[in-house]
């Protein structure tokens, strides 16, 4: 049997940052390759990070999964001692990388939640924007003026209306609604008031001016497979700048066990300086022999994106033809969008409010045309669950011209830093079962678009920092009968990984 990894070998030296001033802290050189620090302070001067913090047309990210599980079998992940921890380690490896965006996979645990609304206002690591999590509700928000986000979590059938589906009955459903049953006294005193002072009751908000509500973080489109008793898909981002629109998707292929949650993928349109990137978390199905399953999810993502592309997006600059086309593409697309509201207009049968308002009844089938313009980068990161050596024959598959046509953001293919790796992470060596034989593998990536603009500033790294405190880890037998426990030093069995992305075409 293998040794205990031994925790100082998750101590990262410190490079990267120029020190002003005087009497710095003296950096100790470490022989890690993958994760080399600036430091976080020093003694009575200041520091400027030159390599780490993102020009104005570069964005940084960091994709993590954190690893929050709650089910009936997940006692051995130890999720509450490490919940205890993530907070702490997220401002840590913040403050030392500056990331932009975050994007977050296996975010289960209702911790999650609180841990983004904390992130969401905190003073020391601000990420105000964020998405919801993937498919933790069903929807955009109801389009009547006067119901307020009170949608089904299924099919959006207003709850207004007094028509909802069956499904709305079931627990997860009737908790997700944004207005309950029993806020209608409180609702029609809140419309009188609203009608009062001439403002929407759907666009008041219910806490601080400066707090995003439930409408500002809701998402623009849901698309795909979503189904309400399923659990969520455990993907959000967050970001340090506006988000001005949030997709979600839910895929049609999978097998067990994640076949019982929604997986999927979310789009976040972000505004950085005036410049557009478009941000895509996603997590694929796990089990090392589903790689066929992964391949059909991201080829389902990839037609899914494509379906807001323009036809023209092919191309690095859209010539005045392209533009002619492009031109004569949207004409019809609104007349088609025209006959359809028309249609539905003409059906008796649509319910209506007490104003005469149309609910929206249901997903679309994909993108806006347009959204995913080819000026702007189209970053793709997540935990893909395919093994860069293990599976690279599949890895390539999916992400050839025909399919995503993407690029890995990798500084050398041939021998890649790792992310699952039980020498660096003491904690996926306990999940593993203190394997002999060390398992050192590359699942998570980042991914760019070659339709579109964009370069790698900075190449994908893996963050082997360890948390500050150390964590107990139980041993379990049979799932639940305790056998004695350990400490670990990392809150996750992966590793982040962070890269930076550079606006621009050219490198």
Same mark, same amino acid.
């Given at each position: 049997?293998?040794?205990?990894?031994?925790?100082?070998?998750?101590?990262?030296?410190?490079?990267?940052?120029?020190?002003?001033?005087?009497?710095?802290?003296?950096?100790?050189?470490?022989?890690?390759?993958?994760?080399?620090?600036?430091?976080?302070?020093?003694?009575?001067?200041? +520091?400027?990070? %030159?390599?780490?913090?993102?020009?104005?047309?570069?964005?940084?990210?960091i994709?993590f999964?954190?690893?929050?599980?709650?089910?009936?079998?997940?006692?051995?992940?130890?999720?509450?001692?490490?919940?205890?921890?993530? #907070?702490? +380690?997220?401002?840590?490896?913040?403050?030392?990388?500056?990331?932009?965006?975050?994007?977050?996979?296996?975010?289960?645990?209702?911790?999650?939640?609180? #841990?983004?609304?904390?992130?969401?206002?905190?003073?020391?690591?601000?990420?105000?924007?964020?998405?919801?999590?993937?498919?933790?509700?069903?929807?955009?928000?109801?389009?009547?003026?006067?119901?307020?986000?009170?949608?089904?979590?299924?099919?959006?059938?207003?709850?207004?209306l007094?028509?909802?589906?069956?499904?709305?009955?079931?627990?997860?459903?009737?908790?997700?609604?944004?207005?309950?049953?029993?806020?209608?006294?409180?609702?029609?005193?809140?419309?009188?008031?609203?009608?009062?002072?001439?403002?929407?009751?759907?666009?008041?908000?219910?806490?601080?001016?400066?707090?995003?509500?439930?409408?500002?973080d809701?998402w623009?489109?849901?698309?795909?497979?979503?189904?309400?008793?399923?659990?969520?898909?455990?993907?959000?981002?967050?970001?340090?700048?506006?988000?001005?629109?949030?997709?979600?998707?839910?895929?049609?292929?999978?097998?067990?066990?994640?076949?019982?949650?929604?997986?999927?993928?979310?789009?976040?349109?972000?505004?950085?300086?005036?410049?557009?990137?478009? %941000?895509?978390?996603?997590? #694929?199905?796990?089990?090392?022999?589903?790689?066929?399953?992964?391949?059909?999810?991201?080829?389902?993502?990839?037609?899914?994106?494509?379906?807001?592309?323009?036809?023209?997006?092919?191309?690095?600059?859209?010539?005045?033809?392209?533009?002619?086309?492009?031109?004569k593409?949207?004409?019809?697309?609104?007349?088609?969008?025209s006959?359809?509201?028309?249609?539905?207009?003409?059906?008796?049968?649509?319910?209506?409010?007490?104003?005469?308002?149309?609910?929206?009844?249901?997903?679309?089938?994909?993108?806006?045309?347009?959204?995913?313009?080819?000026?702007e980068?189209?970053?793709?990161?997540?935990?893909?669950?395919?093994?860069?050596?293990?599976?690279?024959?599949?890895?390539?598959?999916?992400?050839?011209?025909?399919?995503?046509?993407?690029?890995?953001?990798?500084?050398?293919?041939?021998?890649?830093?790792?992310?699952?790796?039980?020498?660096?992470?003491?904690?996926?060596? +306990?999940?593993?079962g203190?394997?002999?034989?060390?398992?050192?593998?590359?699942?998570? +990536?980042?991914?760019?678009?070659?339709?579109?603009?964009?370069? %790698?500033?900075?190449w994908?790294?893996?963050?082997?920092?360890?948390?500050?405190?150390?964590?107990?880890?139980?041993?379990?037998?049979? #799932?639940?009968?305790?056998?004695?426990?350990?400490?670990?030093?990392?809150?996750?069995?992966?590793?982040? %990984?962070?890269?930076?992305?550079?606006?621009?075409?050219?490198?």
């Amino acid at each position: 049997m293998a040794d205990t990894p031994d925790p100082s070998v998750f101590t990262a030296g410190a490079e990267g940052a120029v020190i002003v001033g005087s009497d710095p802290l003296p950096a100790v050189p470490q022989p890690s390759q993958q994760s080399a620090m600036p430091p976080l302070t020093t003694r009575r001067s200041t +520091y400027v990070n %030159v390599s780490l913090n993102s020009a104005a047309d570069e964005l940084t990210l960091i994709s993590f999964n954190i690893q929050m599980l709650v089910d009936c079998c997940s006692l051995p992940v130890n999720w509450w001692s490490r919940e205890r921890e993530l #907070l702490p +380690y997220i401002r840590k490896i913040s403050e030392a990388y500056r990331p932009d965006v975050m994007i977050f996979q296996e975010c289960w645990a209702d911790e999650v939640w609180r #841990l983004l609304k904390t992130l969401e206002q905190d003073k020391d690591c601000p990420f105000p924007y964020q998405t919801r999590i993937l498919a933790s509700d069903g929807g955009a928000p109801c389009n009547c003026p006067n119901c307020g986000d009170c949608y089904c979590t299924c099919c959006q059938c207003c709850e207004c209306l007094r028509r909802p589906c069956w499904c709305c009955c079931l627990p997860p459903a009737a908790k997700l609604v944004g207005k309950g049953r029993g806020e209608e006294n409180e609702g029609a005193a809140g419309a009188a008031n609203g009608e009062a002072s001439g403002t929407p009751k759907r666009m008041r908000a219910s806490g601080p001016a400066s707090t995003p509500g439930r409408i500002q973080d809701s998402w623009t489109s849901v698309s795909g497979n979503y189904q309400a008793a399923r659990r969520n898909g455990g993907v959000a981002i967050i970001s340090k700048w506006p988000i001005l629109e949030r997709h979600a998707y839910v895929y049609y292929r999978g097998a067990l066990p994640d076949c019982l949650e929604n997986k999927g993928a979310v789009l976040a349109r972000i505004e950085k300086g005036g410049k557009i990137y478009n %941000v895509v978390g996603t997590h #694929l199905q796990s089990g090392d022999a589903n790689n066929r399953t992964r391949v059909a999810q991201l080829q389902e993502l990839a037609t899914w994106l494509r379906s807001g592309m323009e036809d023209c997006e092919q191309t690095e600059f859209a010539s005045a033809e392209a533009e002619e086309v492009r031109d004569k593409n949207t004409q019809k697309q609104e007349d088609a969008t025209s006959t359809r509201r028309d249609q539905k207009q003409r059906r008796k049968s649509k319910p209506k409010t007490k104003t005469g308002a149309c609910c929206r009844g249901g997903k679309s089938g994909g993108l806006p045309k347009g959204l995913v313009k080819a000026t702007e980068p189209l970053i793709i990161a997540g935990d893909l669950n395919l093994r860069y050596k293990e599976d690279h024959k599949y890895l390539m598959e999916a992400i050839r011209p025909d399919n995503l046509n993407c690029s890995l953001c990798l500084a050398d293919p041939g021998d890649p830093s790792t992310s699952y790796d039980t020498e660096l992470n003491d904690t996926c060596y +306990y999940n593993n079962g203190r394997p002999e034989l060390p398992i050192k593998q590359l699942i998570d +990536y980042f991914l760019l678009s070659n339709d579109h603009f964009g370069s %790698v500033s900075r190449w994908q790294e893996t963050i082997t920092l360890p948390a500050d405190q150390p964590m107990s880890f139980r041993f379990f037998a049979c #799932l639940c009968i305790p056998l004695g426990s350990t400490k670990v030093h990392h809150v996750s069995d992966h590793l982040p %990984v962070c890269v930076t992305i550079r606006h621009s075409k050219e490198n």
